[in-house]
């Protein structure tokens, strides 16, 4: 049992870092798309400045997850890719779009027009591409996601669908504007400084409110999820705390403490997509498909683990090495870092 | 369209693609770092002008290999969940390690691409050498995977299901040396021809000009090494191949009777109703000499497994003959290019050479492309061979006509636009290097 809680926490805590890195490379195209006023421009700029150089390696989290299910709880990842085959296939042409068109506007030296062109696909896909992820992430509490005996998808390619998935898809694309928004903040200057703080402020609002609407619905559609928002005994401290960095992150925004703002808005972040992890457990899959029922046999758990292990040691070395070289200058120059 | 052959199609697109752009990213890296040793060591402007291009470049493919990479790795559960489930406990872990690999490469990809200016020389050039690294460890490991697929091993078959597995032994099956080999001298070759074939293209126009000059200096070696040595890893395949997979064997070498001093069968149609292959040229014992090293060696045919067990041999004897014989036109290409190197001592640009090198660009990708569709033609009608069914292991979600043709006009539009990207780039910098020079003769 401890072996499959530690993997499928693995799990989870790769999609924490994914939504904190690879989550905020795509709101990052949402501010592209966005990208309004006199300094229009600039906006754009910077948005490709900070990604420009780590959106791949932040793109491997999502990977990571995707190999990590299918080591771990192989059946649950048959029964996800099944179920959930539209929605994967279209975000799947999301992040295709969205990483060629953002390299190709880099790289293109085919003039103005050219750049507008692959910036409009790329900042569309990566509007797309967290409203599937969302989706995906709200349809697999939703119960309404389950096999035949044959291992065929009941209810059709189209089950994942429901107000509650719409809503959390919503939730994961103004999660990721917020963090986009709050990060730049952090690597702004001047007048362009205050664009991503109202922007910040702006998607703050609009994910609360998403929650707020997810929430409500899950009272319907996702009983598990509303159970866990209300009814367990970590419940109401968990949303303290969660509604605290999001209290938080608001007043930093507003006293321009905005690496302070950075860390609450992450921890905002990570809160929620623990937060609906612990109020699935221990579903992969509600109801049919759970941690137990879909692990793999406990040798195969410690290997991966291990090797999980082992390709941290190697990876957060890494990763602390790109981040200081690419995020450090903005850091030392803020005056409340 | 049969619901098993849009998937097959579906998946085997992205991989055709995708495997190009996996190739470069295994090679490129190593291109790019010896371009920027060059420059360290000799300070030639020219190289250091290659190392910022191809490092450009590689930007750009690298890039693609990612998103479509991406695409292989949910694709394996969108349309092989049965395989995945199956095959997930015994041969996932590779894949995490991948993962690790892949991490590793974008991270210190994105420090040489964009960290020139920002970190130490020293640091740049570590960040080169460990992206070339991790380069060639995903391809290791995701290899590995491929030669369990081909000699499934690691685990127990009770009733269907996998027992006693054990992921260790499955990570290293009998032949995963000789196939891992093969793949990375392939990516090597392929990447180094492509890239000598645009350089030599340039040359050409623009004779004795400085950069291309260099760049080819820098490229063909490599090339000619990793085209040499495949022919050597090419025959401890097949070796492997004629022990651990007799039926691939057979049906790449259109060989359908058991028999002593088998003959080799140099191009000809596998026919299945008559069990003979017309049209090739027969070398009396070829074929004992190179899968036993023995000309009296008995060679397994066709005819000895049964024939729901045999892969198609018109396709996948003809995409063996294809990869020999462009891999064999490589080797040739490169002893020429080795001897008149020697017999000059500095770079051949005769024209002939250069012609010879432009036409070749392809080849190496053609080749590397057409042994991919030889192991994965011939494992079939199996995806773990001998274990798992292609046939039984594909989704049960139909309509999959949709996402084929959606992911069909998607990698023919990056295609066409990594083309066009990658060509003005190249049209820019002999642009900007005949201008910035101002090269006088």
Do not use: C
Not at chain 1, 95 to 123: C, K, M, N, P, Q
Not at chain 2, 53 to 77: C, H, N
Not at chain 2, 116 to 130: E, F, K, Q, W, Y
């Amino acid at each position: 049992m401890n072996l499959q809680l530690a993997v499928g926490a693995t799990a989870l805590l790769a999609l924490v870092a994914y939504a904190l890195s690879g989550g905020a490379d795509l709101g990052g195209g949402i501010w592209d798309l966005l990208a309004s006023g006199p300094r229009k421009r600039e906006q754009r700029a910077l948005v490709e400045q900070a990604i420009g150089p780590i959106w791949e390696a932040n793109h491997v989290w999502l990977i990571l997850v995707v190999t990590v299910l299918f080591t771990g709880f192989p059946p649950a990842f048959a029964a996800i890719s099944t179920t959930l085959f539209v929605p994967l296939t279209v975000l799947l042409v999301g992040i295709v779009l969205r990483g060629a068109a953002f390299t190709f506007r880099a790289y293109d030296e085919g003039g103005v027009a050219v750049e507008r062109r692959w910036g409009l696909i790329f900042s569309m896909s990566s509007v797309l591409a967290p409203l599937m992820l969302g989706a995906i992430v709200g349809a697999l509490s939703s119960g309404r996601l389950r096999l035949g005996p044959a291992g065929e998808p009941l209810g059709g390619s189209m089950a994942w669908l429901s107000w509650f998935s719409a809503a959390t898809g919503l939730l994961a694309t103004a999660l990721f504007a917020f963090l986009a928004a709050v990060y730049l903040t952090v690597e702004a200057r001047g007048e362009l400084l205050e664009d991503f703080r109202r922007r910040a402020i702006a998607a703050g609002v609009a994910t609360f409110l998403a929650a707020a609407t997810a929430a409500g619905l899950s009272w319907r559609e996702s009983p598990l999820v509303f159970e866990g928002l209300t009814a367990r005994a970590w419940s109401l401290p968990l949303h303290a705390v969660t509604g605290m960095a999001a209290v938080g992150a608001f007043w930093a925004l507003v006293t321009r403490r905005f690496v302070l703002a950075r860390f609450l808005a992450a921890a905002q972040a990570t809160l929620i997509v623990l937060g609906w992890g612990a109020s699935q457990y221990p579903y992969l899959l509600v109801p049919d498909v759970t941690l137990a029922s879909a692990a793999a046999p406990p040798r195969t758990l410690a290997l991966l683990l291990g090797a999980l292990g082992l390709g941290a040691l190697t990876l957060i070395p890494s990763l602390w090495l790109l981040f200081r070289v690419f995020k450090r200058r903005a850091r030392v120059a803020d005056p409340h870092g | 369209m049969t619901h098993l052959l849009a998937a097959r199609w579906l998946f085997g697109m992205s991989l055709a693609f995708h495997i190009v752009f996996a190739a470069i990213g295994v090679a490129m890296p190593l291109l790019m770092v010896i371009a920027e040793l060059r420059w360290r060591r000799t300070g030639e402007p020219a190289a250091l002008e290659l190392s910022r291009r191809w490092a450009k470049g590689v930007a750009v493919l690298f890039a693609v290999g990612a998103v479509s990479g991406t695409v292989i790795s949910f694709e394996l559960g969108l349309l092989w969940p049965r395989f995945m489930a199956f095959a997930g406990p015994i041969i996932g872990m590779p894949f995490s390690l991948e993962g690790f690999a892949f991490f590793a490469e974008a991270i210190f990809l994105g420090i040489f691409l964009y960290g020139r200016d920002r970190v130490s020389p020293r640091l740049h050039l570590a960040s080169g050498i460990l992206v070339a690294v991790a380069g060639a460890a995903s391809a290791f490991f995701v290899t590995l995977a491929n030669a369990w697929m081909n000699h499934p091993a690691g685990f127990q078959l009770l009733a269907g299901q996998a027992g006693e597995i054990d992921p260790v032994a499955a990570m290293f099956p009998a032949g995963w040396g000789e196939q891992v080999l093969h793949v990375l001298i392939s990516s090597y070759a392929a990447t180094a021809f492509a890239v000598a074939g645009i350089h030599a293209f340039h040359l050409r126009r623009t004779p004795g000009d400085p950069f291309h000059r260099t760049a080819l200096a820098t490229v063909l070696p490599v090339a000619m090494a990793a085209a040499l040595l495949q022919p050597i890893s090419g025959d401890l395949s097949a070796r492997r191949i004629a022990v651990t997979q007799p039926v691939k064997l057979a049906a790449l070498e259109g060989h359908f009777k058991t028999q002593r001093r088998a003959p080799l069968r140099v191009g000809g149609f596998p026919d299945v109703a008559t069990g003979t292959t017309p049209g090739a040229i027969e070398l009396p014992a070829g074929l004992s000499l190179l899968a036993f090293h023995d000309p009296d060696a008995e060679v397994r045919g066709l005819e000895d497994f049964p024939r729901e067990r045999w892969p198609d041999p018109l396709k996948v004897h003809l995409a063996f003959e294809v990869m020999v014989a462009l891999g064999s036109g490589l080797a040739a290409l490169s002893l020429t290019a080795g001897v008149l190197w020697w017999r000059r001592r500095s770079l051949p640009t005769q024209p002939a050479l250069l012609r010879a090198l432009t036409w070749a660009a392809p080849a190496g990708f053609l080749a590397l492309e057409a042994g991919w569709l030889v192991t994965e033609w011939g494992r079939q009608p199996f995806v773990v061979w001998g274990v798992l069914r292609t046939a039984d292991a594909v989704t049960p979600v139909g309509g999959l006509e949709v996402p084929l043709v959606t992911f069909a006009v998607l990698y023919v539009f990056l295609a066409l636009v990594t083309a066009t990207v990658l060509r003005r780039m190249i049209r820019q910098t002999s642009a900007a290097g005949r201008s910035a020079r101002g090269w006088s003769p």
